[in-house]
Protein backbone atom coordinates (compact mmCIF):
# COMPACT_ATOMS: atom_id res chain seq x y z
CA UNK A 1 0.00 0.00 0.00
CA UNK A 2 1.21 3.13 -0.73
CA UNK A 3 0.10 6.27 0.94
CA UNK A 4 0.00 9.58 -0.83
CA UNK A 5 -0.08 13.09 1.37
CA UNK A 6 -0.83 16.22 -0.83
CA UNK A 7 -0.56 20.03 0.61
CA UNK A 8 -0.35 23.77 -1.29
CA UNK A 9 -3.22 24.24 -2.33
CA UNK A 10 -5.12 27.34 -1.03
CA UNK A 11 -7.28 30.81 -2.58
CA UNK A 12 -5.11 33.04 -4.88
CA UNK A 13 -6.25 35.63 -7.57
CA UNK A 14 -5.68 35.00 -10.86
CA UNK A 15 -2.55 35.27 -12.37
CA UNK A 16 -1.31 33.88 -8.74
CA UNK A 17 0.99 30.83 -8.39
CA UNK A 18 1.24 28.04 -6.23
CA UNK A 19 3.22 25.02 -5.43
CA UNK A 20 1.92 21.67 -4.42
CA UNK A 21 3.72 18.66 -2.80
CA UNK A 22 2.83 14.57 -2.63
CA UNK A 23 4.81 13.01 -0.28
CA UNK A 24 5.06 9.62 -1.09
CA UNK A 25 5.39 6.22 0.96
CA UNK A 26 7.09 4.96 -2.12
CA UNK A 27 7.87 5.85 -5.64
CA UNK A 28 5.85 4.53 -8.38
CA UNK A 29 7.09 4.26 -12.00
CA UNK A 30 4.87 6.70 -12.89
CA UNK A 31 3.61 9.91 -10.43
CA UNK A 32 0.92 12.23 -11.45
CA UNK A 33 -1.33 15.24 -10.75
CA UNK A 34 -5.26 15.08 -11.67
CA UNK A 35 -7.89 17.29 -10.96
CA UNK A 36 -11.59 17.70 -10.56
CA UNK A 37 -13.89 20.10 -10.51
CA UNK A 38 -17.61 20.54 -9.42
CA UNK A 39 -19.67 19.10 -12.21
CA UNK A 40 -16.68 17.63 -14.11
CA UNK A 41 -14.72 14.62 -14.96
CA UNK A 42 -11.27 13.86 -13.42
CA UNK A 43 -8.34 14.99 -15.77
CA UNK A 44 -4.63 14.78 -16.03
CA UNK A 45 -2.31 17.42 -15.57
CA UNK A 46 0.87 16.64 -14.86
CA UNK A 47 2.43 13.85 -15.09
CA UNK A 48 6.39 12.20 -14.38
CA UNK A 49 8.09 8.86 -15.11
CA UNK A 50 10.04 8.87 -12.14
CA UNK A 51 13.17 7.00 -13.45
CA UNK A 52 13.68 8.59 -16.31
CA UNK A 53 12.28 12.24 -15.54
CA UNK A 54 10.15 12.61 -18.58
CA UNK A 55 7.02 14.41 -17.82
CA UNK A 56 3.72 14.99 -20.24
CA UNK A 57 1.14 18.47 -19.49
CA UNK A 58 -2.43 18.26 -20.49
CA UNK A 59 -2.16 20.80 -23.44
CA UNK A 60 -4.57 23.19 -20.75
CA UNK A 61 -1.56 23.48 -18.51
CA UNK A 62 1.36 23.70 -20.45
CA UNK A 63 4.01 26.20 -20.33
CA UNK A 64 2.11 27.36 -16.86
CA UNK A 65 2.50 24.45 -14.80
CA UNK A 66 5.69 21.80 -14.25
CA UNK A 67 6.44 18.56 -12.12
CA UNK A 68 8.90 17.51 -10.39
CA UNK A 69 10.52 15.09 -8.57
CA UNK A 70 12.65 14.72 -5.04
CA UNK A 71 14.14 10.87 -4.71
CA UNK A 72 15.23 11.24 -2.02
CA UNK A 73 12.24 13.08 0.09
CA UNK A 74 9.76 10.94 -1.93
CA UNK A 75 7.93 14.04 -3.03
CA UNK A 76 6.41 14.92 -6.33
CA UNK A 77 6.13 19.09 -7.09
CA UNK A 78 3.44 21.23 -8.91
CA UNK A 79 4.75 24.32 -9.44
CA UNK A 80 1.38 26.59 -10.65
CA UNK A 81 1.98 29.71 -12.36
CA UNK A 82 -0.42 31.98 -14.11
CA UNK A 83 -3.26 30.72 -12.42
CA UNK A 84 -6.72 31.17 -14.22
CA UNK A 85 -10.00 31.01 -12.67
CA UNK A 86 -10.78 27.34 -14.62
CA UNK A 87 -7.96 25.99 -12.92
CA UNK A 88 -9.84 25.91 -9.67
CA UNK A 89 -10.35 22.19 -8.74
CA UNK A 90 -8.94 19.31 -5.95
CA UNK A 91 -6.20 18.77 -7.04
CA UNK A 92 -5.08 15.00 -6.54
CA UNK A 93 -1.51 13.06 -6.80
CA UNK A 94 -1.53 9.72 -8.09
CA UNK A 95 0.95 6.74 -8.57
CA UNK A 96 1.05 3.72 -10.61
CA UNK A 97 2.56 2.34 -13.88
CA UNK A 98 1.88 5.84 -15.49
CA UNK A 99 1.04 4.39 -18.84
CA UNK A 100 -0.83 5.67 -20.98
CA UNK A 101 -0.18 8.58 -18.94
CA UNK A 102 -3.44 10.21 -18.42
CA UNK A 103 -5.29 7.44 -17.72
CA UNK A 104 -7.10 6.90 -14.79
CA UNK A 105 -6.39 3.20 -14.71
CA UNK A 106 -2.47 3.57 -14.80
CA UNK A 107 -2.41 4.67 -11.35
CA UNK A 108 -3.41 2.04 -8.57
CA UNK A 109 -3.08 4.70 -5.36
CA UNK A 110 -4.79 8.01 -4.99
CA UNK A 111 -4.30 10.78 -2.37
CA UNK A 112 -6.90 12.28 -0.63
CA UNK A 113 -6.65 15.73 -2.45
CA UNK A 114 -5.84 19.81 -2.18
CA UNK A 115 -8.00 22.72 -2.97
CA UNK A 116 -6.90 25.28 -5.56
CA UNK A 117 -9.31 28.18 -6.17
CA UNK A 118 -8.38 30.57 -8.22
CA UNK A 119 -10.79 33.95 -8.31
CA UNK A 120 -11.07 36.78 -11.14
Known amino acids: QVRLVESGGGSVQAGGSLRLSCVAS?????MAWFRQAPGKEREGVAA????????NYADSVKGRFTISQDNAKRTVFLQMNSLKPEDTAMYYC????????????????WGQGTQVTVSS
Open 94 to 109: AAGYGSPWFYQGSYNY
Open 26 to 30: AFYRG
Open 48 to 55: ILTSSGAT
